[in-house]
């Protein structure tokens, strides 16, 4: 692969989050305690090395920053307080601006106050539309005057879409990344089928993750990184599943909400575990007792924050629809979460949410390249 050398490389790097790497000499601290290094060669500490000789195309075509899960150890025994551990919290960040084609996530990631005005301003555009343009006739159990309830399917499908396009664009690119990376092979056709296996595997259990926790990771599950993370993926995974069972559902069939409808069930189930794990995020983010949660950066907060307030949000409604409590203040809310959603699926490529797309990717290559 040919080398451009970019000396700015760690400059900006530094821009999404990176501390001063430049301070790394080269002891291996990092490397000696990262629980990847046994299986990804001389880790963390190659990738900090091509980042300081300016190697943008090596620092960045590989799937090394997405295997990282951010345990926080490298950056505990570094005695240059180098911060590898956000460095590589940063590499993904810089990973995914640079594969979206517009601009807009570069911006985001490095300017708080685009980051804001963005969201405002998108979050502002959509209720204004929803508030608008009433189409067709609300259901029965439709208690919210403020909004139309086929408004709000349409603009979901919409968005959807148009947050796929967006993605798909993030998706060739990073696969083309990932077809010239160093370590890559050519791997036999049986291949896929393992490597398929392994990063679903890792994907729904984070086997990984959980096994190979260090040492200082918390001793009571619930406060670990791991357990955190899989409460949040699943209890999104819940509420989007409970979501489109009701759309079909209550679209196609003349029911009534109730406490006890499945998909109520599954909703509410799936809310609470999406609760609980971002609370417990966000007091871990909070305390910065452990490594791993003492630095969090605007892109942290405007997930975990917009993760909360769509849980919160949504017990209200659930509350207001149960028990028919019709008021202009359910009607903000239903507006308020309705906005807020949409928003969090038609950004999609241009924030930290991007993860739940590339991380995958990575991992299936690199367990598709695996000896
Ligand atoms: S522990 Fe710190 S100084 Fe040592 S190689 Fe890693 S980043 Fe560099
Ligand atoms: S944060 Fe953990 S997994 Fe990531 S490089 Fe550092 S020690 Fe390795």
Request: glycine share 8%; with cysteine.
């Amino acid at each position: 692969m040919a080398i451009t050398v970019n000396p700015d490389l760690l400059k900006e790097i530094k821009e999404y989050g990176a501390f001063d790497i430049n301070a790394c000499f080269n002891c291996g601290n990092c490397t000696a305690v990262c629980p990847l290094s046994d299986t990804v060669g001389s880790f963390p500490r190659k990738l900090i090395r091509l980042g300081q000789i300016g190697d943008k195309n090596r620092v960045i075509s590989g799937p090394e920053p997405w295997l990282c899960y951010y345990c926080g150890e490298c950056s505990d025994t570094c005695p240059r307080q180098a911060e590898p551990g956000e460095y590589m919290a940063a590499l993904r960040r810089y990973a995914i601006a640079q594969s979206e084609p517009t601009g807009i996530g570069r911006l985001m990631y490095r300017s708080g106050v685009f980051a804001v005005i963005v969201t405002l301003l998108v979050g502002i555009v959509l209720g204004a539309f929803m508030q608008t343009v009433k189409v067709g006739k609300n259901p029965s159990h439709w208690i919210f005057g403020a909004v139309s309830y086929q408004m709000i399917h349409y603009l979901g499908i919409a968005v959807s879409i148009l947050a796929v396009l967006t993605i798909v664009g993030g998706i060739m690119k990073i696969f083309n990344r990932l077809s010239s990376w160093e370590g890559g092979t050519k791997p036999a056709p049986g291949k896929w089928v393992s490597a398929l296996k392994q990063t679903i595997t890792e994907i729904i259990t984070m086997k990984r993750h959980r096994e190979e926790s260090p040492a200082s990771e918390p001793v009571v599950w619930y406060r670990s990184h791991a357990w955190i993370h899989l409460a949040i993926m699943y209890g999104f995974i819940g509420l989007l599943v409970a979501t489109t069972l009701d759309f079909v559902f209550l679209e196609l069939l003349p029911l009534h909400l109730s406490i006890f409808w499945p998909a109520r069930i599954i909703g509410t189930v799936s809310g609470l575990v999406m609760l609980w794990g971002v609370s417990a995020a966000m007091l871990r983010r909070f305390s910065k007792e452990e490594k791993n949660a003492a630095h969090t950066s605007l892109p942290d907060w405007w997930l975990l924050i917009f993760l909360f307030v769509l849980a919160l949000t949504g017990y209200w409604l659930e509350i207001a629809t149960t028990f028919k409590l019709v008021s202009p203040v359910n009607d903000g809310i239903m507006l308020l979460h309705a906005a807020m959603a949409m928003e969090l699926i038609l950004l999609l490529a241009f924030t930290k949410f991007a993860h739940v797309i590339y991380r995958p990717i990575a991992l299936f290559v690199y367990f598709l390249n695996q000896a």
